[in-house]
Each structure stands twice: as structure tokens, then as C-alpha cells.
């Protein structure tokens, strides 16, 4: 009441001061709009404005009393307005997860998650956030949050846990999780590429090769990616049957596809488990038939690095490829080698010299010069030794540079 009776003095004060001022001269307002004319003292006009006022304010007065739709209540704008900073809030808090500052990020965006309209956006961004920083507790919190707030099921919620635990190094947990998400949903390729990662991680071979046709429906990974993961699985497969016998090597090797029984990897890994298990005949069928299919230098050599079990076996084994081709430098070389492994030392010298005579590549003289100086050097002929380390060493790609050296004899 004191409030209105101030309001009513003044207005009183204000329209008594404003007779006063136009008694001398009332003033004149004249209106014209689309040829209509309203002609008035300004005494007349400024009345009409302060009641159409007054309405306005008692028309607002009386809404705000009896409020028919609820609009005019303080708590409504309080309510409207705090949501409005809360999604300033969170965008703020999205752009700094964004920029790595994941403290500030993640106080936000939790601070602010049940002030907008989605609350679960809020809670899986601080999950990221609090993980970013190594905060544990912080991310299963917001999880959780997230969890409850969802409507339906929460597989990407579970999938995004579990990839924050194999990054976490919980690998045993991810993947209990993960094998139970493809269960639900086995066409996710989250999901599956997530599984994926874990079984290379956990060299777990067998869960890799249950994936991989899943992997290949819903086209996960890249083609090439594909064909190496299998190759590995391959490699595992024929690893662990050379350690239980030659049926179960050959039953490997039969079960692979036309594509990995010519990748060469996996031929010299098969026929490495061949010569350790002394299958003579399979060794020299398929290293035969490999190279009558096609003749693969690169798989030759890498059969001097074989450390075989039965060196004599590989032997007889190359020889035989020597009928048909008695001059090619790499088997010879890889003859030599052989040899060694055999403690034949003459016939892995006579092999080298035939290899170095043979040679067209400065690569390969360099190699083979390597091989007869370290075994002239075992042999006391130090001079020899010398000699064809020079000549290794003329052959590098890159000569060594002129540096000044000790005397001889120094």
C-alpha cells in the first residue's frame, strides 16, 4: 500500500506540475495518416498517453495477480534463464574437452548436466574428459550418470566404458564386456574393431579368427588390414601345430586360402615347421612347387637365415634345386649357408666362390664377399679375409668417409 500511495502522490505531483505548465498555452498536435487528421492540445495527447500507460501496467498488475497460464512467475524466468547460462556452460565446456583441458572441461560439464536438456550429452563428454586425465572414479561416475539417464538400451554407453578400460590397460575387463555387447550387436563396428584391438593386444589368435569373418561382413577394416590379420592368425595356427606334429602342420597348412598358401611369409614359416619336424618329402614338395610356380629369390634367401633343426634335410633339399639352376648366385649363396650350419666349411667355400663369380649385383657381391672373409677369418687366412672385406666395402651404397687413421703397426 505505501508503494502505491508513493506512486499515486507522484503522479499527482507530475499532473499537476504538467496543468501548470500548459494553462499559458495548451499546445497544439495535429496527426495525419493515410488522409485521416487528429487534431488535439498536447494537454490531450499527454493524458491519453499516461492512461494508455496505466492500463498497460494495471493489465500487467492483474495477469501477475491471478496468472491464468502460469507465465509470470519469478521461478518460471529464474528457471529459464539459469537453463540458458547452463547451456552456455556446456557449450563452453564441449569447446574446452575439444582443446585438451580436460580439469576445466569436465567441472562444466558435470556441474551443468542437470541444468539442460539432455543430461546425458553432459556425463559421456566429462567421461572423456575425466578419462583424458586419468581420473577413474570421474569417468565410472559419469558413466553411471549417463546410464540413468538414458532411455532404451545403453550399448554405446557399455562400448565406450569398455574402450576406456582397454586404454586403461584393463584388457581382461574390455573384452568381457565387448564379448558381451556382440552378442547384442554383432553388426556394431565399434563394437568389433574394438574386439579386434583387444585380441592383437592379448595375442588372443582364436578370438581374432572368430572376428574376422564379422569383421569382413560388415567391412570393419580396410582390405589389406583383412589379409594381414588373417596371415597372422596363419602364423599362429602353423606355429602351434609345428609343436604337435606334422599331421596337425599339414592339416594347417591345407586349411589356408590359395592367397596365404603364396604369400611368402607364411610358405618359408611352414616350411621352416617342415624341416624342424623332418618331413623331408613335404619340405622339398612344397618348396618345388613354390618355386616351379614361381621362382621366388627372395624365399630362397630367407632360407639361409632358417636356424633348422635338421640343417641336413634343407640341404639335400636346395641341392635339388640346383639341378635346374646351378648357376644362380642366391642359391648358392644360401648353399653357403647351409654349409655352415652343416659344419661343412670347404663345400660352403666352394659355394661362395661359385655365388661370387655368378653375381651381377653389387648388394649381393658385397654379401657373399662378407661370407668368405668372416670364414676365411675363422680359417687363419687373415689376409684373404681382408681382402674381401674390402671389396665388401667398396660395394656399400654409401663409401666411408676420408678420415685421417693411425700408422699400420700402431
Given at each position: ?203 588372443d589368435w582364436e578370438g581374432l579368427d572368430e572376428v574376422l569373418p564379422l569383421l569382413e561382413k560388415h567391412q570393419v577394416v580396410p582390405a589389406a588390414e583383412l589379409a594381414e ?147 676365411a677369418l675363422h680359417q687363419g687366412e687373415g689376409a684373404l679375409a681382408l681382402e674381401h672385406y674390402q671389396c665388401a666395402m667398396q660395394l656399400l651404397p654409401h663409401a666411408l ?10
Amino acid at each position: 500500500m505505501t508503494r502505491l500511495f508513493i506512486i499515486l502522490l507522484v503522479a499527482l505531483v507530475l499532473g499537476a506540475a504538467l496543468a501548470l505548465f500548459l494553462a499559458d498555452d495548451p499546445g497544439y498536435v495535429q496527426v495525419v495518416f493515410h488522409g485521416w487528421s487528429l487534431e488535439s492540445t498536447l494537454g490531450a495527447v499527454l493524458l491519453l498517453l499516461i492512461v494508455l500507460l496505466v492500463l498497460v501496467i494495471g493489465g500487467i498488475w492483474l495477469l501477475r495477480l491471478f496468472n491464468p497460464l502460469k507465465l509470470f512467475s519469478p521461478k518460471l524466468w529464474q528457471r529459464l534463464s539459469a537453463r540458458r547460462n547452463a547451456v552456455q556452460a556446456s557449450n563452453e565446456g564441449l569447446r574446452l574437452l575439444l582443446l585438451g583441458h580436460w580439469q576445466n572441461a569436465y567441472k562444466l560439464l558435470v556441474e551443468n548436466a542437470e541444468r539442460v536438456e539432455n543430461p546425458m550429452v553432459n556425463y559421456l563428454a566429462a567421461a572423456l574428459a575425466a578419462h583424458e586425465r586419468g581420473d577413474r572414479l570421474g569417468r565410472n561416475f559419469c558413466l553411471e550418470r549417463a546410464e540413468k539417464r538414458t532411455e532404451g538400451d545403453n550399448y554405446g554407453i557399455r562400448s565406450l566404458r569398455a574402450w576406456c578400460e582397454a586404454r586403461d590397460g584393463e584388457l581382461e575387463n574390455a573384452m568381457a564386456q565387448l564379448l558381451a555387447l556382440k552378442r547384442l550387436v554383432p553388426d556394431s563396428p565399434f563394437i568389433l574393431r574394438q574386439i579386434k584391438d583387444c585380441c592383437l593386444r592379448l595375442g588372443d589368435w582364436e578370438g581374432l579368427d572368430e572376428v574376422l569373418p564379422l569383421l569382413e561382413k560388415h567391412q570393419v577394416v580396410p582390405a589389406a588390414e583383412l589379409a594381414e590379420l588373417r596371415n597372422s592368425v596363419a602364423r599362429h595356427h602353423l606355429l602351434r601345430a609345428g609343436t604337435e606334429g606334422i599331421e596337425p602342420l599339414r592339416l594347417a597348412w591345407q586349411d589356408m586360402s590359395k592367397a596365404q598358401k603364396q604369400d611368402q611369409d607364411l610358405a618359408t614359416l611352414y616350411l621352416q615347421q617342415l624341416v624342424k619336424n623332418e618331413a623331408d618329402v613335404d619340405a622339398q614338395a612344397l618348396l618345388s612347387r613354390q618355386l616351379k610356380q614361381h621362382w621366388d629369390n627372395a624365399l630362397v634367401a630367407s632360407l639361409g637365415y632358417l636356424p633348422s633343426e635338421n640343417p641336413q634335410q634343407l640341404l639335400l633339399i636346395l641341392e635339388e634345386q640346383l639341378k635346374s639352376r646351378p648357376n644362380n648366385p642366391v642359391l648358392l649363396l644360401t648353399l653357403g649357408r647351409v654349409c655352415l650350419r652343416n659344419q661343412l666349411w670347404e663345400k660352403a667355400r666352394e659355394y661362395f666362390e661359385h655365388a661370387l663369380r655368378m653375381s651381377d649385383s653389387g648388394q649381393l657381391t658385397a654379401e657373399i664377399s662378407g661370407e668368405l672373409a668372416r670364414l676365411a677369418l675363422h680359417q687363419g687366412e687373415g689376409a684373404l679375409a681382408l681382402e674381401h672385406y674390402q671389396c665388401a666395402m667398396q660395394l656399400l651404397p654409401h663409401a666411408l668417409p676420408d678420415l685421417p687413421l693411425p700408422a699400420r703397426g700402431r
